[in-house]
């Protein structure tokens, strides 16, 4: 495998105007803002832009709380890196989408837990952030911004994940990413509402059902490694051949979990973590510049070396197309080499039995 960095959300601000439920980042307006000034922006784009190519997105908390969000995304531009944004919506004005366009992002990520003002507030903890939602992707699509629609899901709104789904079509999106949480920031705090192995399961299936039958919207479960074992399983027993159509700027490439090998997040204070539901620093890139610590820090190194996992998934033939959740084996199971506890599957030959805190 080659583990050059592909895709990196930089957290520009932690202040967020809303206070999700599951936020991994437990942003608020209360929140610090973080280092990023512009100067330090650019300073981190030069070194980025030397030694990769990634897409870049800028998230936060609400990245469009951040003043210099376009400067920032136009010098990111400027260096031949592709920029995205990921908002939650609220902030979306016609000049919003004018500058979008004019600092050169190309994609916008919003997102959408529910197909209701009901649902989506309740889990966004916000009256209007549902309405806000549908009104900023009626502005993309006004202004011709590719959007993609990333979806959350614990057994809260879980009722309404097909219904969200369909939403997410007719709203116009060109992608929509589907995720169960993973517990780390906030969501830490709804252990018991996060969906457990079987229930993820059966979301997986009907997914995969989806997927199959899918020709317009592009369709991915983000950070489900697993899907790509079950996915070959399933098309086997059906003797069909799993058909999988490119992804539009999502993370996902030929294997399942690609934290520290592939992507990575920059957080508001420049601790740089393999993914951005893995609560670890592997260095700070305020001290040392990314390019050095992309190929030197210790874990992000783990995530690269395959033998060193553990438990079921270091016993397993699919490591490769997989890999486990390295995130939910850290907070579920005390190590992030260990198994990924939401997967079922028990390898050939080995000996244990499944560990899952959640069931
Ligand atoms: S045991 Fe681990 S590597 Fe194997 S399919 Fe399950 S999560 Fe993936
Ligand atoms: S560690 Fe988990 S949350 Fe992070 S990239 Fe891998 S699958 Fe996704």
């Not at 990245?63 to 920032?72: G, S, W």
């Not at 959007?147 to 969200?164: A, Q």
């Amino acid at each position: 495998m080659d583990f050059k960095l592909k895709w990196l959300a930089w957290e520009i601000t932690r202040r967020c105007n809303l206070d999700c439920v599951h936020c991994r980042s437990a942003s608020s307006l209360k929140s610090p803002a973080g280092v990023w000034t512009l100067e330090r922006a650019k300073t981190f784009l030069n070194d980025l832009a030397g030694f990769a190519s990634p897409v870049v997105v800028l998230t936060g908390g609400e990245p469009l709380l951040h003043k210099n969000v376009f400067d920032i995304a136009a010098y990111g531009t400027a260096k031949g890196l592709r920029m995205a944004l990921a908002t939650n919506g609220t902030m979306v004005t016609d000049n919003t989408c004018q500058q979008i366009l004019k600092s050169g992002i190309q994609v916008v990520a919003l997102s959408l837990d529910g197909a209701s003002a009901a649902v989506h507030d309740n889990f966004r903890r916000q009256p209007g952030a549902f309405d806000a939602v549908i009104r900023a992707a009626g502005l993309f699509r006004k202004h011709n911004i590719p959007f993609i629609i990333n979806s959350s899901f614990t057994k809260r709104n879980r009722p309404d994940l097909e219904k969200t789904f369909m939403l997410a079509k007719e709203l116009g999106a060109t992608a929509w990413y589907m995720f169960m949480i993973v517990p780390m920031g906030r969501a830490k705090e709804v252990l018991d509402e996060l969906i457990g192995p079987e229930e993820y399961d059966r979301i997986l299936r009907w997914h995969f059902e989806q997927e199959m039958k899918e020709t317009d919207i592009l369709m991915r479960p983000t950070c489900a490694p697993h899907y790509y074992r079950l996915v070959r399983e399933w098309a086997r027993e059906m003797g069909i051949k799993y058909r999988r159509r490119s992804l539009a700027w999502s993370t996902g490439g030929g294997k399942g979990c690609l934290a520290g090998q592939t992507i990575a997040l920059v957080d508001a204070f420049g601790e740089v973590q393999p993914c951005s539901y893995f609560d670890k620093s592997a260095g700070n890139c305020l001290k040392t510049p990314l390019s050095k610590l992309w190929y030197s820090a210790p874990l992000l190194l783990r995530m690269r070396d395959f033998n060193s996992y553990e438990g079921r998934c270091g016993a397993c033939p699919y490591i490769k197309v997989c890999g486990g959740c390295r995130a939910r084996a850290d907070v579920l199971l005390g190590s992030d080499l260990d198994e990924d506890p939401m997967c079922r599957y028990i390898p050939p030959g080995y000996e244990g039995g499944l560990r899952n805190p959640l069931d």
